[in-house]
């Protein structure tokens, strides 16, 4: 119990002192007016109370997130607890800050045309297809969790491809409407829901007297099943995203940055939705390790259940809570992916008007770019659950990398400490260029080959800022 409730002193100490120092960094400016201000156009651009705007932020990046990669990843043990406490702290809620705040700077655009703008127009591009394409991604994987939930609890009623149709009816409507009218105004109530069973679980756990997990010398292990098949470097950093960093933030920030009146309300609804996040993550993480009772038996149950974290979700909230605790479990697992697939369809939405310059105003140009992007979603759910979520896991955390390297860039050039963001960047492109290379779903290869491969990738990278720097130097001396 030490672990978890220091974990989470360090987490509200993170936020109270770093996301100012962060914020001083940027120079947020409280008179200076933000694009939902200047550019209100009724549909995305649009002022909200910043509560509001704080709960939609977490319920957006949240979804199953904080849940199933907190649970996945405690099957490695309590050495969980640190990257999500220093991940979110130094990198997740500092990413999730400055796409945000950038957006703002930049007249509310998406985290593609800010990755242009600091980092070329060859980023641009890539950044245009491949943030598109995760978006698809993670609707499509948010449509096909919550029917196969459905398609189990309906039995009889609904077939999984029915609850697809009626899942994909949804997401048309609330990528289409303007923000207030769904979004708005139901997705307060869903995020404050998801924080309430996660304070209700853990009190439940505590209450029943359950063993709390602790991080000492003897814990400090990889203790997955398989250990040596799954190391914790990259592995625990691919599986625990939305817990630690995730790049999917990165393209939900700018949606609330369309939202928010005060630029001094960045701190709280961005770096704040993140360490909440982190909060529910370090949760769920604690209850995966207590409930069966130890990490061993948490693997079996895994294990037998093919990784599927739905089942420990459902049988954790029916055993603590009963009743109330399966209608918690529905709208926590239902109803949390499916309130962050319909806001990455809005954001593919927002994503590709802002690369045709195509206002959103009419409904007309709403349909003449949503209608494509959930084609091809309805395409991919025909493809296997497995495969779209293991891809979608490294792509998230590929983006977050480009996301850091972005605003790295972006501070070098306003000579600002770019060191907040150099670190984390050095560390997450480790982390994926490792991860691709020994992954079965990348190239398999063996750990000496695949670490070497890593280090001398992240060593390209680390040069190639070295580069910039100097050159961005050398072009000063000259002008001078």
């Known amino acids: 119990m030490v672990t978890f409730l220091v974990s989470i002193v360090i987490l509200i100490i993170g936020y109270a002192v770093y996301a100012l120092y962060i914020e001083r960094v940027f120079g947020a400016d ?17 002022p909200m109370k910043w509560g509001k705007v704080f709960l939609i932020q977490f319920l957006n990046i949240a979804g ?23 991940g979110a702290i130094f990198a997740g809620a500092v990413h999730d800050y400055f796409s945000g705040m950038l957006s703002i700077k930049h007249k509310g655009l998406s985290i593609t045309e800010i990755a242009g703008i600091y980092m070329g127009n060859f980023t641009r591009q890539f950044m245009r297809g491949f943030t598109v394409f995760l978006m698809i991604m993670v609707g499509t994987v948010f449509i096909m969790g919550p029917a196969r939930i459905l398609s189990g609890m309906t039995e009889g009623f609904g077939s999984m491809n029915f609850w697809i149709v009626i899942v994909f009816l949804y997401y048309i409507l609330a990528t289409m409407l ?5 979004i708005g105004r139901f997705y307060p109530f869903f995020g404050a829901v998801l924080l309430f069973m996660a304070i209700s679980l853990i009190t439940a756990l505590l209450i029943n007297d359950f063993p709390l997990p602790e991080l000492t010398l003897d814990t400090m292990t990889n203790m997955r099943a398989n250990a040596e098949q ?10 625990i995203a939305c817990g630690a960093i995730s790049g999917f933030h990165a393209t939900q920030s700018p949606l609330m940055a369309r939202c ?13 939705a993140m360490i909440t996040e982190a909060i529910v993550a370090m949760i769920w993480a604690t209850i995966a390790m207590s409930f069966f009772r130890g990490i061993d038996e948490l693997n079996q149950v895994m294990i037998a259940n093919n990784g599927n974290a739905a089942i420990v979700v459902n049988d954790v909230a029916v055993s603590l809570l009963g009743k109330a605790g399966a209608i918690l479990a529905l709208l926590g697992v239902v109803a949390a992916p499916i309130t962050s697939g319909d806001t990455a369809f809005r954001s593919a939405r927002l994503i590709v008007s802002d690369f045709v310059k195509l206002k959103q105003g009419p409904i007309k140009n ?14 991919l759910t025909q493809i296997n659950f497995d495969v779209i979520w293991r891809y979608f896991a490294w792509s998230n955390q590929t983006l977050a990398t480009i996301v850091l390297w972005t605003i790295t860039v972006y501070l070098a050039r306003e000579k600002k400490n770019f060191w907040i963001t150099l670190i984390p960047a050095l560390f997450m492109t480790m982390v994926v260029t490792t991860y691709i290379f020994l992954a079965p779903e990348g190239l398999g290869l063996t750990k000496n080959i695949s670490y070497t491969m890593g280090a001398v990738l992240t060593l390209v990278a680390a040069a ?3 580069w910039f720097m100097t050159k961005r130097s050398n072009a000063k001396t000259i002008t001078s």
């Open 366 to 379: 709403r349909l003449l770019v949503s209608i494509p992007l959930f084609t091809i979603g309805l395409l």
């Open 464 to 466: 190639m800022f070295g």
């Open 230 to 239: 799954f190391p914790i470097f990259p592995m625990l950093f691919i599986t």
């Open 30 to 46: 409280e008179n200076r007016k933000t694009p939902a201000v200047t550019m209100p156009d009724g549909v995305d651009y649009m």
């Open 260 to 272: 928010l009146s005060n630029e001094k309300l960045g701190r709280r609804v961005f770096y704040g």
């Open 64 to 86: 199953l997130g904080p849940i199933f990669g907190a649970i996945a990843g405690a099957m490695w043990g309590p050495v969980a607890y640190i990257w999500i406490v220093l």
């Open 178 to 182: 303007p923000i207030d009218k769904v």
